[in-house]
């Protein structure tokens, strides 16, 4: 499977981003799609996932200031967009995109996009 982040910058603090992650090659084997993001210094951490295609998960740190949802699902393309509110400078990171498989569990992860949130 191929994952296509698109989306990362630079914004002030208390601005929006929006973040793309398109996967495509087997996108019918995926079973979660969602966003980590790594600091410099600091263990990759979970920011949002939507799991099954049903359920979503968020990392404390940005619980109630992020959303990540579906935009297109089918066996070509799995593609979904978190959106980023309140942002605040130690939200600057590299974010990846990740994708697991149903029964294998297999991850896959997508080339890093950098968020950086200063004024």
């Known amino acids: 499977v191929q994952l296509q982040a698109s989306g990362g910058g630079l914004v002030q603090p208390g601005g929006s981003l929006t973040l793309s992650c398109a996967a495509s090659g087997s996108a019918s084997h995926i079973a979660d799609m969602g966003w980590y993001r790594q600091a410099p210094g600091k263990q990759r951490e979970l920011v949002a996932e939507?799991?099954?295609?049903?359920?979503?998960?968020?990392?404390g740190s940005v619980k109630g200031r992020c959303t990540i949802a579906t935009i297109n699902r089918d066996d070509a393309k799995y593609t979904v967009n978190l959106q980023m509110d309140s942002l605040r400078p130690e939200d600057t990171a590299v974010y990846y995109c990740?994708?697991?498989?149903w029964g294998t569990g297999a991850s896959y992860w997508g080339k890093g996009t950098q968020v950086t949130v200063s004024s």
């Open positions: 990740n994708a697991k498989f």
């Open positions: 939507i799991a099954s295609g049903i359920s979503t998960h968020y990392g």
